[in-house]
């Protein structure tokens, strides 16, 4: 079962910036769809941003203007970039890479803001 790695995540403060990483391998990258999402104990987990094969990006109300979600089919990387990070934003952030009928999810990497 492939994972993908993600890599970025750490403590930083509020203002600060941070991007993460989600690499893959075993799969055909270009084929799937990317995704990050958030999730904080007791929550529910929750989308951040998408990317579509093609590129198109769609974000949360919560990040739209401060994060930027990305992909270089050569790398086989998806990529977050996260700017004028908030408290707010302190969770495990996953990726997730699919298309029809297979969905991989990375193993989380901690983001914390601190105020």
């Known amino acids: 079962q492939m994972q993908p790695v993600e890599s970025g995540g750490g403590l930083v403060q509020a203002g600060g910036a941070l991007r993460l990483s989600c690499a893959a391998s075993g799969i055909v990258f270009n084929f799937y769809g990317g995704a990050w999402y958030r999730q904080v104990p007791g929550k529910q987990r929750e989308l951040v941003a998408t990317?579509?094969?093609?590129?198109?990006?769609n974000y949360a109300d919560s990040v739209k203007g401060r994060f930027t979600i990305s992909r270089d089919n050569a790398q086989n990387t998806v990529f977050l970039q996260m700017n004028s990070l908030k408290p707010e934003d302190t969770a495990v952030y996953y990726c997730?890479?699919?298309?029809?009928?297979?969905?991989?999810w990375g193993q989380g990497t901690q983001v914390t803001v601190s105020s």
């Open positions: 990317i579509t094969r093609g590129g198109t990006t």
């Open positions: 997730s890479l699919s298309r029809s009928g297979a969905t991989y």
